[in-house]
């Protein structure tokens, strides 16, 4: 029998680890086949990790580990965290948990900090940081959107820049805007309602609303986009699958001095009519490895939704490769059939 013992040194972080009604213990046990149990003494916990196989109890000491950092940062550790820890480990990333650090992007209304939750965030963020235009391209659910505002609302908080500009193509998905009531800002308004969910929870409503009357904030169908030249601006270009590959360029080319711009998609969702290259998709070829642009690839792990939206973004892309192969072997077949046929038409003259 193997064992470790992790020396809790925070009041209160056996608990969070172990979870309400010891849930998240019940998940290590289960995924690293080992039992876990709370000692207590004079000198503070300890938790000891027992199993038969020694990499199974060093998996679980790393997670444990993980866990008991993350306990010092956050009221509540959910199964969603212990199961990205598990994910990362059993794939044998787990040294890259130590990337993901206490940085604070921004505070929303309620005081509740927004950070990246997965290393993948953390790497977009650090990327947006870094450069001067940024794709990140991903699964729903991943924080593409919500992490670029709340990067956004940290430059103007620190005058960075001198607003924040949000776009996104108003393509519709199974619905006619000519079929919604009202003028053509209100027909617009639900394809930019993300935009301003993320912008209330950083700022506020009240906030919000005073800065889009002194044009601080601006949000707008990228057709609005054109003829512009975009100075002293974050500028964030939600759901750029739906841009065409020339409204990706003139997106791009509106960029001015002093500015920053985040494009935000995914391929796999694109709703532009069958036969229309996405824009994104374009993007992604064409500038990839041109300095001061970086391209960050988000996966169903970075989904800090749900759990149900992981599994779902799982099943469609496990249909879609076999979808793949299918129809390689159909293609395989007829290309063999027609071989055949000509071979026999030969012999037969």
């Known amino acids: 029998m193997n064992r470790k013992i992790i020396k809790i040194d925070q009041v209160g972080a056996t608990a969070k680890i172990f979870g309400s009604f010891d849930s998240n213990a019940r998940l290590i046990e289960d995924h690293f086949s080992v039992t876990l149990r709370n000692r207590e003494s004079e000198a503070g916990d300890s938790i000891v990790i027992e199993g038969e196989r020694e990499e199974n109890v060093s998996g679980a000491a790393q997670c444990i580990a993980y866990l008991h950092e993350l306990s010092g940062k956050t009221d509540?550790?959910?199964?969603?965290?212990?199961?990205?820890?598990?994910?990362?480990?059993?794939?044998?990333?787990?040294?890259?948990?130590?990337?993901?650090?206490?940085?604070?992007?921004?505070?929303?209304?309620?005081?509740?900090?927004?950070?990246a939750k997965t290393v993948g965030q953390k790497q977009y963020v650090d990327l947006i940081t870094r450069n001067t235009i940024v794709l990140g391209v991903g699964p729903a659910g991943t924080g593409?959107?919500?992490?670029?505002?709340?990067?956004?609302?940290?430059?103007?908080?620190?005058?960075?820049?001198?607003?924040?500009?949000?776009?996104?193509?108003?393509?519709?998905?199974?619905?006619?805007?000519?079929?919604?009531?009202?003028?053509l800002q209100s027909k617009i308004d639900p394809y930019l309602r993300p935009l301003y969910d993320a912008l209330y929870e950083m700022l506020g409503v009240e906030t919000y609303q005073k800065m889009v009357e002194k044009g601080v904030i601006e949000i707008a169908p990228l057709a609005y986009m054109r003829g512009r030249t975009l100075d002293d601006s974050f500028i964030i270009l939600d759901e750029a699958q739906n841009a065409t590959p020339e409204q990706m360029k003139m997106f791009l080319t509106r960029l001015g001095f002093n500015s920053k711009a985040v494009v935000t998609g995914d391929i796999t969702q694109t709703d532009l009519p069958r036969g229309q290259k996405s824009g994104l998709a374009s993007a992604v070829k064409i500038l990839s490895g041109i300095d001061d642009i970086g391209i960050h690839y988000f996966s169903e792990r970075d989904v800090v939704r749900h759990r149900l939206v992981q599994k779902i973004i799982q099943a469609y892309e496990k249909y879609d490769r076999e979808q793949e192969r299918k129809d390689a072997e159909r293609r395989a077949a007829a290309a063999v059939k027609l071989r055949d046929a000509r071979k026999f038409e030969k012999n037969e003259k």
Request: aromatic residues 4%.
């Open 76 to 115: 509540v550790i959910g199964e969603q965290s212990v199961k990205y820890a598990i994910d990362m480990i059993l794939s044998g990333e787990g040294t890259s948990l130590a990337e993901l650090g206490d940085e604070c992007i921004c505070l929303t209304t309620r005081g509740k900090p927004v950070k």
């Open 144 to 183: 593409k959107t919500f992490l670029a505002v709340a990067m956004a609302v940290r430059a103007l908080r620190e005058k960075k820049i001198n607003r924040i500009i949000l776009t996104r193509p108003a393509i519709e998905a199974g619905e006619k805007l000519g079929f919604l009531p009202g003028d």
